[in-house]
């Protein structure tokens, strides 16, 4: 069965520090997302992409928040300067029609 | 935007007990999936359901999308059943993103 995969799965950084969270979304997919769960909190929306643009983003997607689709297979989030209240899973998401397909998420710890 | 309400927010079984779970959605829906996530915190996919019945093994879903819910059934719960499970929509009116409910956390007990 095709999967969407996500690297690293744990990454821990420094407060102020830039990181970029790396999907391989499944290969003939159309639609590409991140989501993101703080520990004990339910997942929620950040940002689509579609035909090499970002279609809509949610209110916590700031302008320290950034995506990219480098080339025909990765797409990736960056954050550009990290605060204590990034740290979550991040999960990268896409679909070609219907079913939303979800990587295993990456968990990422702000010290 | 739309609003997902599942219920009940916590649920413990007994080993070989049958269980319903609960989505309530306020507008029409595209698309309506049901998760479970593990304890590693991976989301699993266990349903696309937008309306009718489905089933797999010991879980069935059905939603009723003019009634505006879904339910998940597990029945003859195992320990490997624990965990949450999350509804989520992605509104028939706009965008394509997927809205989550708070989930159901279920523990199975041995």
């Known amino acids: 069965e095709p999967e969407v995969t996500q690297t690293p799965s744990h990454q821990v950084t420094q407060m102020g520090q830039e990181v970029i969270l790396r999907c391989v979304p499944i290969?003939?997919?159309?639609?590409f997302y991140w989501y993101r769960q703080i520990l004990g909190q339910k997942v929620e929306f950040l940002v689509s992409?579609?035909?090499?643009?970002?279609?809509?983003k949610s209110e916590i997607f700031d302008d320290q928040f950034s995506v990219e689709r480098p080339d025909g297979s990765n797409f990736t989030l960056k954050i550009r300067s990290t605060k204590l209240e990034d740290s979550a899973m991040y999960f990268c998401?896409?679909?070609?029609?219907?079913?939303?397909?979800f990587g295993q998420g990456t968990r990422l710890t702000v010290v | 935007g739309i609003q997902v309400e599942q219920s009940p927010p916590d649920l413990i079984l007994q080993e070989g007990a049958n269980s319903t779970l609960r989505c309530n959605f306020s507008?029409?829906?595209?698309?309506l999936q049901w998760f479970h996530q593990n304890p590693w915190g991976q989301l699993i996919n266990l349903f696309y359901?937008?309306?009718g019945t489905k089933q797999n093994g010991r879980l069935s879903a059905t939603t009723v999308a003019t009634e505006r819910y879904s339910l998940l059934y597990i029945s003859s719960s195992q320990t490997t059943d624990s965990g949450v499970y999350f509804c989520?929509?992605?509104?028939?009116?706009?965008?394509?993103?997927?809205?989550f409910g708070e989930g159901t956390q279920l523990t199975v007990n041995p």
């Open positions: 998401a896409s679909k070609k029609e219907g079913f939303a397909f």
């Open positions: 290969s003939n997919h159309l639609y």
């Open positions: 992409f579609y035909n090499n643009e970002i279609s809509e």
């Open positions: 507008d029409s829906v595209n698309n």
């Open positions: 359901i937008p309306s």
């Open positions: 989520a929509v992605e509104p028939g009116t706009s965008g394509s993103r997927l809205t």
